[in-house]
Protein backbone atom coordinates (compact mmCIF):
# COMPACT_ATOMS: atom_id res chain seq x y z
CA UNK A 1 0.00 0.00 0.00
CA UNK A 2 1.24 3.29 -0.78
CA UNK A 3 0.92 6.87 1.10
CA UNK A 4 0.91 10.43 -1.01
CA UNK A 5 0.88 13.34 1.43
CA UNK A 6 -0.11 16.33 -0.19
CA UNK A 7 0.41 20.00 1.46
CA UNK A 8 -2.77 20.46 3.68
CA UNK A 9 -4.16 24.24 2.73
CA UNK A 10 -4.11 27.34 4.98
CA UNK A 11 -6.63 29.29 5.78
CA UNK A 12 -6.41 33.12 6.96
CA UNK A 13 -6.14 33.81 10.54
CA UNK A 14 -9.16 35.89 11.04
CA UNK A 15 -11.03 32.83 9.19
CA UNK A 16 -9.45 30.27 11.58
CA UNK A 17 -9.89 32.55 14.36
CA UNK A 18 -13.96 32.50 13.84
CA UNK A 19 -14.21 28.40 14.87
CA UNK A 20 -13.86 27.41 17.80
CA UNK A 21 -15.11 23.81 19.85
CA UNK A 22 -16.50 23.26 23.66
CA UNK A 23 -16.02 20.19 25.48
CA UNK A 24 -18.02 19.69 28.20
CA UNK A 25 -15.98 19.57 31.15
CA UNK A 26 -17.19 16.28 32.88
CA UNK A 27 -16.74 14.36 29.41
CA UNK A 28 -13.69 12.64 29.23
CA UNK A 29 -12.70 12.71 25.74
CA UNK A 30 -12.71 15.83 23.34
CA UNK A 31 -15.84 16.08 20.76
CA UNK A 32 -14.12 17.73 17.79
CA UNK A 33 -16.62 20.08 15.28
CA UNK A 34 -15.70 18.68 12.12
CA UNK A 35 -14.20 21.20 9.72
CA UNK A 36 -15.74 23.15 6.56
CA UNK A 37 -16.02 20.99 3.38
CA UNK A 38 -13.43 21.56 0.80
CA UNK A 39 -14.36 22.03 -2.82
CA UNK A 40 -12.91 19.07 -4.66
CA UNK A 41 -11.83 16.56 -1.58
CA UNK A 42 -14.54 13.90 -1.45
CA UNK A 43 -15.04 11.82 2.27
CA UNK A 44 -12.63 9.92 3.96
CA UNK A 45 -12.77 6.70 5.14
CA UNK A 46 -12.30 5.63 8.46
CA UNK A 47 -9.42 4.75 10.61
CA UNK A 48 -11.03 2.60 13.55
CA UNK A 49 -8.45 1.81 16.23
CA UNK A 50 -9.11 -1.06 18.46
CA UNK A 51 -10.31 0.26 21.85
CA UNK A 52 -7.84 0.74 25.17
CA UNK A 53 -4.36 0.29 23.70
CA UNK A 54 -1.63 1.60 25.87
CA UNK A 55 0.86 2.91 24.97
CA UNK A 56 4.43 0.90 25.68
CA UNK A 57 7.39 1.98 27.23
CA UNK A 58 9.34 2.51 24.56
CA UNK A 59 6.69 4.59 22.85
CA UNK A 60 5.26 2.49 20.53
CA UNK A 61 1.55 1.54 20.07
CA UNK A 62 0.22 -1.81 20.61
CA UNK A 63 -1.89 -3.30 18.09
CA UNK A 64 -2.46 -2.59 14.85
CA UNK A 65 -4.13 -0.45 12.74
CA UNK A 66 -6.70 -1.92 10.59
CA UNK A 67 -9.15 0.85 7.97
CA UNK A 68 -12.81 0.57 8.33
CA UNK A 69 -12.96 -0.48 4.42
CA UNK A 70 -9.90 -2.22 3.61
CA UNK A 71 -6.56 -3.89 4.29
CA UNK A 72 -4.57 -3.30 7.61
CA UNK A 73 -2.53 0.26 7.17
CA UNK A 74 0.81 0.98 8.52
CA UNK A 75 -0.31 4.86 8.76
CA UNK A 76 0.00 5.91 12.44
CA UNK A 77 -3.19 5.31 14.43
CA UNK A 78 -3.01 8.86 15.74
CA UNK A 79 -3.17 10.40 12.61
CA UNK A 80 -7.06 9.30 12.38
CA UNK A 81 -9.83 9.63 14.31
CA UNK A 82 -12.59 7.64 13.88
CA UNK A 83 -15.87 9.02 12.48
CA UNK A 84 -19.34 7.94 13.46
CA UNK A 85 -20.93 7.74 9.95
CA UNK A 86 -18.18 6.05 8.01
CA UNK A 87 -16.16 8.90 7.45
CA UNK A 88 -13.34 10.90 9.10
CA UNK A 89 -11.06 13.46 9.42
CA UNK A 90 -7.33 13.67 10.95
CA UNK A 91 -7.20 15.65 13.84
CA UNK A 92 -3.48 15.71 14.19
CA UNK A 93 -1.86 19.27 15.42
CA UNK A 94 1.02 18.29 13.44
CA UNK A 95 -0.39 16.57 10.38
CA UNK A 96 -3.30 19.37 9.06
CA UNK A 97 -5.27 17.02 6.63
CA UNK A 98 -7.34 13.70 6.12
CA UNK A 99 -7.18 10.31 5.24
CA UNK A 100 -8.73 9.59 1.78
CA UNK A 101 -9.67 6.43 0.04
CA UNK A 102 -7.92 6.88 -3.99
CA UNK A 103 -7.81 5.15 -6.70
CA UNK A 104 -7.41 1.30 -6.60
CA UNK A 105 -7.67 1.41 -2.55
CA UNK A 106 -4.56 3.19 -2.27
CA UNK A 107 -4.58 5.60 1.41
CA UNK A 108 -3.61 9.02 0.14
CA UNK A 109 -3.22 12.48 2.76
CA UNK A 110 -5.71 14.78 1.87
CA UNK A 111 -6.08 18.67 2.59
CA UNK A 112 -8.86 19.25 4.86
CA UNK A 113 -8.83 22.07 7.03
CA UNK A 114 -7.53 21.63 10.65
CA UNK A 115 -9.01 22.68 13.55
CA UNK A 116 -7.89 26.60 15.00
CA UNK A 117 -5.07 26.17 17.31
CA UNK A 118 -3.68 29.34 18.93
CA UNK A 119 0.30 29.92 18.08
CA UNK A 120 2.50 29.79 21.17
CA UNK A 121 5.53 30.28 19.25
CA UNK A 122 8.13 32.43 21.26
CA UNK A 123 5.83 32.26 24.80
CA UNK A 124 7.68 31.43 28.34
CA UNK A 125 8.28 27.17 28.94
CA UNK A 126 5.90 26.64 31.69
CA UNK A 127 6.92 23.03 33.31
CA UNK A 128 4.30 20.54 33.61
CA UNK A 129 4.01 17.66 36.54
CA UNK A 130 2.03 14.56 36.88
CA UNK A 131 0.21 14.03 40.20
CA UNK A 132 1.14 10.23 41.04
CA UNK A 133 -1.65 7.83 42.28
CA UNK A 134 -2.97 8.43 45.67
CA UNK A 135 -1.94 4.94 47.06
CA UNK A 136 2.09 5.01 45.06
CA UNK A 137 3.01 3.89 48.97
CA UNK A 138 0.86 1.94 51.03
CA UNK A 139 -0.61 1.82 54.32
CA UNK A 140 2.76 0.19 55.08
CA UNK A 141 4.96 2.90 53.61
CA UNK A 142 6.35 0.39 50.45
CA UNK A 143 6.13 1.76 46.97
CA UNK A 144 3.08 -0.38 45.94
CA UNK A 145 4.31 -1.67 42.38
CA UNK A 146 7.74 -0.59 41.44
CA UNK A 147 8.03 -1.99 38.32
CA UNK A 148 4.95 -0.95 36.95
CA UNK A 149 5.40 2.60 38.51
CA UNK A 150 8.86 2.71 36.45
CA UNK A 151 7.36 1.62 33.28
CA UNK A 152 4.58 4.63 33.81
CA UNK A 153 7.38 7.30 34.41
CA UNK A 154 9.30 6.19 31.59
CA UNK A 155 5.69 7.14 29.45
CA UNK A 156 5.75 10.53 31.15
CA UNK A 157 9.15 11.23 30.36
CA UNK A 158 8.70 10.19 26.52
CA UNK A 159 5.78 12.52 27.09
CA UNK A 160 8.40 15.29 28.07
CA UNK A 161 6.37 16.16 31.84
CA UNK A 162 8.92 18.06 34.05
CA UNK A 163 8.37 15.87 36.87
CA UNK A 164 5.81 14.25 39.09
CA UNK A 165 3.69 15.51 42.19
CA UNK A 166 3.28 12.94 45.71
CA UNK A 167 1.51 13.61 48.62
CA UNK A 168 3.42 12.69 51.63
CA UNK A 169 0.99 11.27 53.78
CA UNK A 170 0.77 12.15 57.58
CA UNK A 171 -1.52 8.96 58.42
CA UNK A 172 0.68 6.65 56.35
CA UNK A 173 4.48 8.19 58.07
CA UNK A 174 3.49 8.97 61.44
CA UNK A 175 0.62 6.14 61.62
CA UNK A 176 1.31 4.80 65.25
CA UNK A 177 2.71 6.81 67.66
CA UNK A 178 3.45 10.60 67.97
CA UNK A 179 7.45 11.27 66.75
CA UNK A 180 7.70 7.99 65.48
CA UNK A 181 8.10 8.16 61.45
CA UNK A 182 8.37 5.76 59.20
CA UNK A 183 10.15 7.44 55.24
CA UNK A 184 11.52 4.32 53.76
CA UNK A 185 8.76 3.84 51.13
CA UNK A 186 9.37 7.95 50.18
CA UNK A 187 12.72 7.58 50.24
CA UNK A 188 12.23 4.49 47.58
CA UNK A 189 9.72 6.25 45.56
CA UNK A 190 12.48 9.40 45.25
CA UNK A 191 14.91 7.07 44.55
CA UNK A 192 12.99 5.63 41.44
CA UNK A 193 12.18 9.53 40.84
CA UNK A 194 15.71 10.51 40.70
CA UNK A 195 16.73 7.63 38.29
CA UNK A 196 14.08 8.85 35.47
CA UNK A 197 15.95 12.47 35.96
CA UNK A 198 12.28 13.88 37.05
CA UNK A 199 11.71 16.79 39.55
CA UNK A 200 9.64 16.02 42.69
CA UNK A 201 6.32 18.16 44.08
CA UNK A 202 5.62 16.87 47.61
CA UNK A 203 2.78 17.68 49.45
CA UNK A 204 2.66 17.40 53.18
CA UNK A 205 -0.89 16.00 53.55
CA UNK A 206 -2.05 16.52 56.77
CA UNK A 207 -5.82 15.61 55.67
CA UNK A 208 -7.58 12.14 55.01
CA UNK A 209 -8.21 10.40 51.92
CA UNK A 210 -11.21 9.23 51.16
CA UNK A 211 -14.78 10.39 50.60
CA UNK A 212 -14.13 12.78 48.23
CA UNK A 213 -14.29 13.41 44.06
CA UNK A 214 -11.08 11.41 42.34
CA UNK A 215 -10.61 9.11 45.91
CA UNK A 216 -10.46 5.89 45.12
CA UNK A 217 -8.91 4.54 48.49
CA UNK A 218 -9.19 5.59 51.88
CA UNK A 219 -5.90 6.87 54.34
CA UNK A 220 -7.07 7.84 57.35
CA UNK A 221 -5.55 10.44 59.64
CA UNK A 222 -2.46 8.76 62.18
CA UNK A 223 -4.20 6.35 64.57
CA UNK A 224 -3.41 8.02 67.94
CA UNK A 225 -5.20 11.15 66.40
CA UNK A 226 -8.28 8.95 65.92
CA UNK A 227 -7.43 7.89 69.46
CA UNK A 228 -7.78 11.32 70.64
CA UNK A 229 -10.53 11.86 68.82
CA UNK A 230 -12.76 9.54 69.76
CA UNK A 231 -12.73 10.79 73.45
CA UNK A 232 -12.63 14.50 72.50
CA UNK A 233 -14.31 14.74 68.94
CA UNK A 234 -13.99 18.85 69.27
CA UNK A 235 -10.75 18.56 67.17
CA UNK A 236 -12.85 17.82 64.12
CA UNK A 237 -14.81 20.48 62.09
CA UNK A 238 -18.52 20.01 63.45
CA UNK A 239 -21.78 21.28 61.10
CA UNK A 240 -24.83 22.88 62.88
CA UNK A 241 -26.29 19.38 63.46
CA UNK A 242 -22.89 18.59 65.39
CA UNK A 243 -21.99 15.81 62.34
CA UNK A 244 -18.00 15.57 62.54
CA UNK A 245 -15.92 15.77 59.64
CA UNK A 246 -12.80 13.81 59.95
CA UNK A 247 -10.78 14.48 57.08
CA UNK A 248 -8.45 16.88 59.15
CA UNK A 249 -8.22 18.56 62.75
CA UNK A 250 -10.26 22.05 62.96
CA UNK A 251 -8.05 25.12 62.99
CA UNK A 252 -9.81 26.18 66.79
CA UNK A 253 -7.19 23.94 67.90
CA UNK A 254 -4.13 25.59 66.86
CA UNK A 255 -3.67 26.92 70.39
CA UNK A 256 -4.93 24.38 72.60
CA UNK A 257 -2.83 21.16 74.24
CA UNK A 258 -4.88 18.45 73.46
CA UNK A 259 -2.69 16.22 71.59
CA UNK A 260 -0.38 14.07 73.95
CA UNK A 261 1.01 17.23 75.49
CA UNK A 262 2.09 18.66 72.18
CA UNK A 263 -0.58 21.73 71.08
CA UNK A 264 -1.81 21.84 67.24
CA UNK A 265 0.57 25.18 67.42
CA UNK A 266 3.36 25.11 70.62
CA UNK A 267 4.08 28.33 71.95
CA UNK A 268 8.25 27.26 72.95
CA UNK A 269 8.60 30.48 75.04
CA UNK A 270 12.68 30.24 75.17
CA UNK A 271 12.80 30.42 71.30
CA UNK A 272 9.55 33.13 71.12
CA UNK A 273 8.57 31.12 67.63
CA UNK A 274 5.46 29.16 67.49
CA UNK A 275 5.54 25.76 66.46
CA UNK A 276 3.07 23.30 65.14
CA UNK A 277 2.42 19.60 66.04
CA UNK A 278 2.52 19.62 62.15
CA UNK A 279 6.10 21.77 62.53
CA UNK A 280 8.16 17.90 63.96
CA UNK A 281 6.69 16.30 60.84
CA UNK A 282 7.89 18.75 58.26
CA UNK A 283 10.98 19.01 59.78
CA UNK A 284 11.45 15.31 60.17
CA UNK A 285 11.05 15.00 55.95
CA UNK A 286 13.03 17.38 55.36
CA UNK A 287 15.77 16.32 57.90
CA UNK A 288 15.30 12.51 56.23
CA UNK A 289 15.19 13.82 52.61
CA UNK A 290 18.17 16.13 52.85
CA UNK A 291 19.70 14.39 49.74
CA UNK A 292 16.76 15.05 47.45
CA UNK A 293 17.12 18.76 48.68
CA UNK A 294 20.32 19.14 48.45
CA UNK A 295 20.77 17.50 44.55
CA UNK A 296 17.59 20.13 43.28
CA UNK A 297 15.14 17.01 43.32
CA UNK A 298 12.60 18.12 45.05
CA UNK A 299 11.44 21.59 43.31
CA UNK A 300 8.30 22.37 45.65
CA UNK A 301 6.98 21.77 48.49
CA UNK A 302 3.41 22.15 48.79
CA UNK A 303 1.73 23.01 52.34
CA UNK A 304 -1.58 21.44 53.51
CA UNK A 305 -3.92 23.23 54.79
CA UNK A 306 -7.34 21.77 55.15
CA UNK A 307 -9.49 18.94 53.58
CA UNK A 308 -7.97 17.85 50.14
CA UNK A 309 -4.52 19.25 51.46
CA UNK A 310 -6.46 22.91 50.31
CA UNK A 311 -6.99 26.03 52.35
CA UNK A 312 -10.50 25.89 52.67
CA UNK A 313 -13.04 24.49 54.99
CA UNK A 314 -14.52 21.10 54.79
CA UNK A 315 -17.75 22.86 53.45
CA UNK A 316 -19.19 19.88 51.19
CA UNK A 317 -18.24 17.05 52.10
CA UNK A 318 -19.75 13.40 50.45
CA UNK A 319 -20.23 11.63 53.22
CA UNK A 320 -22.44 14.06 54.96
CA UNK A 321 -24.80 13.87 51.81
CA UNK A 322 -23.31 16.95 49.73
CA UNK A 323 -24.10 16.96 45.94
CA UNK A 324 -22.88 19.06 43.57
CA UNK A 325 -24.29 22.18 43.31
CA UNK A 326 -25.26 22.48 46.94
CA UNK A 327 -23.85 25.20 48.49
CA UNK A 328 -22.59 23.75 51.82
CA UNK A 329 -22.67 24.24 55.32
CA UNK A 330 -20.88 26.33 57.52
CA UNK A 331 -17.94 23.86 59.57
CA UNK A 332 -17.59 25.72 62.89
CA UNK A 333 -19.72 24.14 65.46
CA UNK A 334 -16.77 22.74 67.50
CA UNK A 335 -16.16 23.90 71.19
CA UNK A 336 -13.09 25.65 70.02
CA UNK A 337 -14.34 27.36 67.08
CA UNK A 338 -17.56 28.51 68.85
CA UNK A 339 -15.81 29.93 71.84
CA UNK A 340 -13.55 32.01 69.14
CA UNK A 341 -16.26 33.02 67.68
CA UNK A 342 -17.69 34.34 71.21
CA UNK A 343 -14.87 35.69 72.53
CA UNK A 344 -14.70 37.73 69.13
CA UNK A 345 -18.32 38.78 69.53
CA UNK A 346 -17.88 39.85 72.95
CA UNK A 347 -14.83 42.17 71.60
CA UNK A 348 -17.25 43.66 69.36
CA UNK A 349 -19.83 44.38 72.00
CA UNK A 350 -22.60 42.38 70.55
CA UNK A 351 -22.25 39.30 72.65
CA UNK A 352 -25.71 37.75 71.12
CA UNK A 353 -23.54 37.21 67.70
CA UNK A 354 -21.51 34.90 69.27
CA UNK A 355 -23.31 31.51 67.71
CA UNK A 356 -23.86 30.23 64.19
CA UNK A 357 -26.19 31.60 61.16
CA UNK A 358 -29.60 30.04 62.08
CA UNK A 359 -30.96 30.42 58.29
CA UNK A 360 -27.94 29.58 56.22
CA UNK A 361 -29.64 26.22 54.92
CA UNK A 362 -28.31 22.73 54.17
CA UNK A 363 -25.75 21.06 52.25
CA UNK A 364 -27.62 20.72 49.37
CA UNK A 365 -29.60 23.77 49.43
CA UNK A 366 -29.61 26.05 47.01
CA UNK A 367 -28.92 30.16 47.83
CA UNK A 368 -32.06 31.28 46.71
CA UNK A 369 -33.78 28.77 49.42
CA UNK A 370 -32.26 30.30 52.02
CA UNK A 371 -32.59 33.48 54.12
CA UNK A 372 -28.78 34.19 54.79
CA UNK A 373 -27.78 33.55 51.15
CA UNK A 374 -30.46 34.95 49.12
CA UNK A 375 -30.41 37.97 46.93
CA UNK A 376 -31.14 41.04 50.05
CA UNK A 377 -30.51 38.20 52.75
CA UNK A 378 -28.47 38.35 56.30
CA UNK A 379 -25.21 37.57 54.74
CA UNK A 380 -24.89 41.26 54.05
CA UNK A 381 -26.64 42.76 57.42
CA UNK A 382 -24.36 43.79 60.25
CA UNK A 383 -24.55 40.44 62.32
CA UNK A 384 -23.70 38.27 58.77
CA UNK A 385 -20.62 40.56 57.83
CA UNK A 386 -19.37 39.97 61.13
CA UNK A 387 -19.50 36.25 61.22
CA UNK A 388 -18.56 36.34 57.82
CA UNK A 389 -15.28 38.54 58.66
CA UNK A 390 -14.65 36.29 61.88
CA UNK A 391 -15.01 32.92 59.61
CA UNK A 392 -12.50 33.63 56.75
CA UNK A 393 -10.37 35.56 59.40
CA UNK A 394 -9.49 32.01 61.35
CA UNK A 395 -8.84 30.61 57.81
CA UNK A 396 -5.90 33.32 56.98
CA UNK A 397 -4.86 33.10 60.41
CA UNK A 398 -4.37 29.28 59.96
CA UNK A 399 -2.56 29.85 56.92
CA UNK A 400 -0.27 32.55 58.43
CA UNK A 401 0.74 30.14 61.57
CA UNK A 402 1.32 27.39 59.13
CA UNK A 403 3.22 29.00 56.73
CA UNK A 404 5.60 30.91 59.54
CA UNK A 405 6.52 27.12 60.66
CA UNK A 406 6.51 25.82 56.87
CA UNK A 407 9.18 28.48 56.42
CA UNK A 408 11.33 27.17 59.61
CA UNK A 409 11.08 23.60 58.14
CA UNK A 410 11.77 24.30 54.65
CA UNK A 411 14.47 27.52 54.68
CA UNK A 412 15.56 28.64 51.41
CA UNK A 413 12.80 25.92 49.58
CA UNK A 414 10.22 26.87 47.37
CA UNK A 415 6.88 26.10 49.29
CA UNK A 416 3.51 26.47 47.82
CA UNK A 417 -0.39 26.70 48.81
CA UNK A 418 -3.59 25.04 46.70
CA UNK A 419 -6.32 27.37 46.96
CA UNK A 420 -9.50 25.04 45.48
CA UNK A 421 -11.51 26.68 42.94
CA UNK A 422 -15.35 26.49 44.32
CA UNK A 423 -17.15 28.23 41.04
CA UNK A 424 -20.85 26.89 41.85
CA UNK A 425 -22.58 30.13 42.38
CA UNK A 426 -20.12 32.41 41.49
CA UNK A 427 -23.14 34.47 39.18
CA UNK A 428 -25.09 35.11 42.03
CA UNK A 429 -24.40 37.80 44.96
CA UNK A 430 -23.88 36.25 48.02
CA UNK A 431 -21.35 33.69 46.13
CA UNK A 432 -22.58 30.83 49.26
CA UNK A 433 -20.71 28.12 48.12
CA UNK A 434 -17.59 30.11 48.46
CA UNK A 435 -18.77 31.69 51.94
CA UNK A 436 -19.60 28.10 53.18
CA UNK A 437 -15.46 27.63 52.36
CA UNK A 438 -14.49 30.44 53.97
CA UNK A 439 -13.84 32.56 50.51
CA UNK A 440 -16.12 35.88 51.86
CA UNK A 441 -16.16 36.57 48.52
CA UNK A 442 -19.32 38.24 48.20
CA UNK A 443 -20.49 40.56 44.63
CA UNK A 444 -19.07 43.42 47.54
CA UNK A 445 -15.58 42.13 48.46
CA UNK A 446 -12.95 40.32 46.65
CA UNK A 447 -12.44 37.54 49.05
CA UNK A 448 -9.10 36.23 47.81
CA UNK A 449 -6.93 39.48 48.18
CA UNK A 450 -6.32 38.51 51.99
CA UNK A 451 -5.46 35.36 50.93
CA UNK A 452 -3.07 36.61 48.35
CA UNK A 453 -1.62 39.03 51.24
CA UNK A 454 -0.67 35.87 53.22
CA UNK A 455 0.89 34.27 51.03
CA UNK A 456 3.16 37.16 49.84
CA UNK A 457 4.18 37.58 53.46
CA UNK A 458 5.62 34.49 53.58
CA UNK A 459 6.78 34.66 49.91
CA UNK A 460 4.38 31.13 49.01
CA UNK A 461 3.30 30.14 45.39
CA UNK A 462 -0.63 30.22 45.10
CA UNK A 463 -1.61 26.99 43.27
CA UNK A 464 -5.25 27.25 41.95
CA UNK A 465 -7.96 24.44 40.85
CA UNK A 466 -10.34 24.14 37.90
CA UNK A 467 -8.37 26.12 34.60
CA UNK A 468 -9.52 23.53 32.42
CA UNK A 469 -13.11 24.23 32.76
CA UNK A 470 -15.00 26.14 30.21
CA UNK A 471 -18.20 28.11 31.84
CA UNK A 472 -20.35 27.11 29.13
CA UNK A 473 -19.94 24.11 29.69
CA UNK A 474 -20.82 24.09 33.18
CA UNK A 475 -24.22 25.88 31.99
CA UNK A 476 -24.80 23.47 29.85
CA UNK A 477 -24.54 20.43 32.03
CA UNK A 478 -25.94 22.43 35.49
CA UNK A 479 -27.81 25.69 34.29
CA UNK A 480 -29.37 26.04 37.92
CA UNK A 481 -25.76 26.54 39.85
CA UNK A 482 -25.11 29.83 38.28
CA UNK A 483 -21.36 28.73 37.65
CA UNK A 484 -18.84 30.67 36.41
CA UNK A 485 -14.72 28.88 36.20
CA UNK A 486 -13.69 31.11 34.08
CA UNK A 487 -14.57 34.29 35.70
CA UNK A 488 -13.18 32.94 39.01
CA UNK A 489 -9.59 31.82 38.11
CA UNK A 490 -9.59 35.29 35.94
CA UNK A 491 -10.46 36.75 38.99
CA UNK A 492 -7.64 34.61 41.39
CA UNK A 493 -5.26 34.85 38.91
CA UNK A 494 -4.66 38.53 38.70
CA UNK A 495 -5.41 39.37 42.39
CA UNK A 496 -2.46 36.70 42.73
CA UNK A 497 0.15 38.82 40.12
CA UNK A 498 -1.02 41.83 41.13
CA UNK A 499 -0.08 40.99 44.74
CA UNK A 500 3.43 39.69 43.47
CA UNK A 501 2.99 36.43 43.98
CA UNK A 502 4.04 33.55 41.81
CA UNK A 503 0.71 31.14 40.40
CA UNK A 504 0.65 27.82 39.72
CA UNK A 505 -3.07 25.79 38.70
CA UNK A 506 -3.94 22.36 38.44
CA UNK A 507 -7.45 20.79 36.75
CA UNK A 508 -9.45 19.66 38.82
CA UNK A 509 -11.14 17.06 37.02
CA UNK A 510 -9.77 13.85 34.80
CA UNK A 511 -8.81 16.15 31.28
CA UNK A 512 -7.61 13.92 28.55
CA UNK A 513 -9.34 16.16 25.45
CA UNK A 514 -7.87 18.87 23.57
CA UNK A 515 -10.51 21.38 23.98
CA UNK A 516 -9.71 20.96 27.94
CA UNK A 517 -5.82 21.15 26.94
CA UNK A 518 -6.39 24.58 25.12
CA UNK A 519 -7.76 26.18 28.21
CA UNK A 520 -5.35 25.55 30.75
CA UNK A 521 -3.11 26.73 27.67
CA UNK A 522 -5.15 29.48 27.48
CA UNK A 523 -5.04 30.18 31.05
CA UNK A 524 -1.12 29.53 31.31
CA UNK A 525 0.17 31.78 28.42
CA UNK A 526 -2.35 34.43 28.48
CA UNK A 527 -3.10 36.17 25.00
CA UNK A 528 -1.49 39.41 24.76
CA UNK A 529 -0.84 39.87 28.46
CA UNK A 530 1.17 43.43 28.52
CA UNK A 531 3.29 42.15 31.51
CA UNK A 532 3.82 38.87 29.97
CA UNK A 533 2.37 36.83 33.33
CA UNK A 534 2.15 33.54 32.95
CA UNK A 535 1.88 30.33 35.38
CA UNK A 536 4.67 29.13 37.49
CA UNK A 537 3.88 25.36 36.87
CA UNK A 538 1.31 23.49 36.12
CA UNK A 539 0.21 19.78 37.87
CA UNK A 540 -2.47 17.41 35.87
CA UNK A 541 -4.34 15.24 37.63
CA UNK A 542 -3.83 12.47 37.58
CA UNK A 543 -1.76 9.59 36.27
CA UNK A 544 -4.12 6.36 35.72
CA UNK A 545 -4.15 3.75 32.83
CA UNK A 546 -6.84 6.52 30.70
CA UNK A 547 -3.86 8.52 30.04
CA UNK A 548 -1.92 6.02 28.37
CA UNK A 549 -4.89 4.83 25.94
CA UNK A 550 -3.20 6.51 22.38
CA UNK A 551 -5.60 9.38 21.37
CA UNK A 552 -5.99 10.54 25.14
CA UNK A 553 -1.29 10.17 25.42
CA UNK A 554 -1.22 11.82 21.82
CA UNK A 555 -2.93 14.97 23.12
CA UNK A 556 -1.38 15.02 26.49
CA UNK A 557 1.78 14.79 24.57
CA UNK A 558 0.80 17.77 22.74
CA UNK A 559 -0.61 19.63 25.62
CA UNK A 560 3.29 19.45 27.17
CA UNK A 561 5.19 20.95 23.95
CA UNK A 562 2.57 23.89 23.81
CA UNK A 563 3.74 24.41 27.20
CA UNK A 564 7.41 24.10 26.70
CA UNK A 565 6.77 25.83 23.52
CA UNK A 566 8.79 22.59 21.88
CA UNK A 567 6.82 22.15 18.68
CA UNK A 568 4.70 24.88 16.90
CA UNK A 569 2.44 25.28 14.05
CA UNK A 570 4.51 26.98 11.92
CA UNK A 571 6.84 23.90 11.81
CA UNK A 572 7.22 22.14 8.57
CA UNK A 573 5.90 18.82 7.76
CA UNK A 574 9.06 17.39 7.51
CA UNK A 575 10.14 17.68 10.54
CA UNK A 576 7.05 17.28 12.46
CA UNK A 577 6.94 13.75 10.77
CA UNK A 578 10.44 12.92 11.94
CA UNK A 579 9.54 13.95 15.38
CA UNK A 580 6.58 11.88 15.25
CA UNK A 581 8.59 9.11 13.86
CA UNK A 582 11.27 9.53 17.03
CA UNK A 583 8.06 9.27 19.07
CA UNK A 584 6.59 5.76 18.05
CA UNK A 585 9.56 3.72 17.10
Known amino acids: MALRIITPLSFPKSEQAG ?8 APAASHSAAPRVPGISPVVSFRPLNHRRVMADGRLRGDFSSGTGPVSTFPLCFAAAGTSGTSRDQSPLLEGGIESGEDGKVVKKAVPSLPDREFSGTPYVPVYVMLPLDVVNMSCEVADPDSLMNDLKLLKIAGVDGVMVDCWWGIVEANQPLEYNWSGYKHLFHIIRQLKLKLQVVMSFHKCGGNVGDDMTIPLPNWIAEIGNASPDIYFTDREGRRNTECLTWGIDKERVLRGRTALEVVVLLCLVLKVYFDFMRSFRVELDEFFEEGIISEIEIGLGPCGELRYPSY ?5 WRYPGIGEFQCYDRYLMKSLRNAAEERGHSFWGKGPD ?10 DSAFFCDGGDY ?8 LSWYSKVLIDHAD ?10 EGSSIAVKVSGVHWWYKTASHAAELTAGFYNSCNRDGYAPIAAILKKHNTALNFTCVELRTLNQYEEFPEAMSDPEGLVWQVLNVAWDAGILVASENALMCFDRDGFNKILENAKPLNDPDGRHLLSFTYL ?15 KRFVKKMHDLCQRNQSHR ?7 NFLS
Open 542 to 556: RLAPALFEENNFFEF
Open 19 to 26: RSTNTSAS
Open 380 to 387: DGYYGRFF
Open 359 to 368: DAGTYNSRPQ
Open 575 to 581: TCLGNMD
Open 401 to 410: HVLMLAKLAF
Open 317 to 321: PMEHG
